[in-house]
């Protein structure tokens, strides 16, 4: 379903803010609560309303598909029930968020699910309000989503493996989302747009996967050439996060004439630290096994920012996420470590 299609099926704001208080009328709930159910099933009154009740009487629906080809599925079970009742759902938006991204390693089935048991734990334990998974395979994506309810998630694939995007129930609101093909990709590879607001900030979130090695840096540099298209392209108002495992090499930045003017490396923008510089590094990493003494170190992964008109949003902190073995293991929970960006929202 393209992006157009998806807001057609979105009604104007009187409408959203009538229905909203229809459904927190008929629940007695609050307006968060409304949004919430009312934002997964197209605005459909009668059946946000029949699922409501269906959940408080039974103890929650064991699935439900709402979404598209592209994969958005909605788990309403009775963990989400317990988790949603324990949040406590404000007008008021927060004063900031968080934001991760991090490349799962899904095609390595050496204790993968010990690992990705280990990401979910972090995941519930720092709680981003904002999060970018890449290589990710259907099992890790089922698994994930039965173990972090409170979250939002949005595929960019159904099989093989693909990125997905989440966003934190009661404070990340989704508006629509795109996933734009990259037409020469040998590795099956895309960019997920999404779409959502914190309250009156307005967001645009670029997650994706490039090509990967050497032999294709000309394709990941066309890639790349679009993904900051489309980040230039977003009206004035949006700030717009450009993240994921680019598999970027500086010299082929460089060939782009470096970043666009507007768009900022958060992680230089956080003062570079050294120890936050390598996220692919073989040197701290031992899950890939790498003969002699040379241990390749990168920095694949990377997180952009576009400042919206006005700016609304401070990054005030980088680090990373992953940097202990899994317990029980000698494994991390990736090869890649997952880096965190926390910000602060400016008021208008």
Known sequence: MSQSEEEHNIPDRETCQKLTEQFAE??????????????????????SVNAFFEVSQTGGVSILNDG??????????????????????????PPRFSFVTWNLDGLDDHNL??????????????????????????????????????????????????????????????????IHE???????????TVNAHIGPLKLLLLNTHLESTVDHAAERVKQLK?????TLEAPEDTTVIFAGDLNL???????????????EDLWKTCGSRKECQYTWDMLRNSNKEFPG????????DRIYLRHSHP??????????????????????PSDHWGLRVFFNIRKL
């Open 293 to 300: 003494r040379f241990k390749p170190r990168s920095r694949f």
């Open 26 to 47: 008929i629940t007695g709930t609050d307006e968060a609560c409304a949004q919430f159910y009312l934002q997964d099933r197209d605005w459909d009154l009668e059946r």
């Open 182 to 192: 990259f037409p020469g990709s040998l590795m099956c590879r895309n960019l997920i």
């Open 113 to 178: 699910k010990k690992r990705t048991k280990a990401v979910c734990k972090i995941v519930a334990t720092e709680c981003p309000d904002i999060v970018f998974f890449q290589e990710m395979i259907p099992e890790t994506f089922s698994y994930v989503e039965e173990k972090l309810p409170e979250y939002m998630c949005i595929a960019g694939n159904v099989e093989g493996y693909f990125t997905a995007t989440l966003l934190r129930r009661f404070t990340v609101y989704f508006d629509s989302h795109q």
């Open 226 to 230: 679009e993904c900051f298209k489309v």
């Open 249 to 263: 090499r500086d010299k082929e930045l460089e060939q782009l004439g470096g970043l666009p003017p507007g768009v």
């Open 68 to 93: 598209d080809a592209a994969g958005i599925v909605i788990n309403v079970d009775k963990k989400m029930v317990e988790v949603l009742s324990k949040a406590q759902p404000t007008t008021e938006p």
């Open 311 to 332: 700016q609304r949003v401070v990054p005030v902190h980088f680090g990373l996420l992953g940097i202990e073995k899994v317990s029980g293991t000698q494994t991390f």
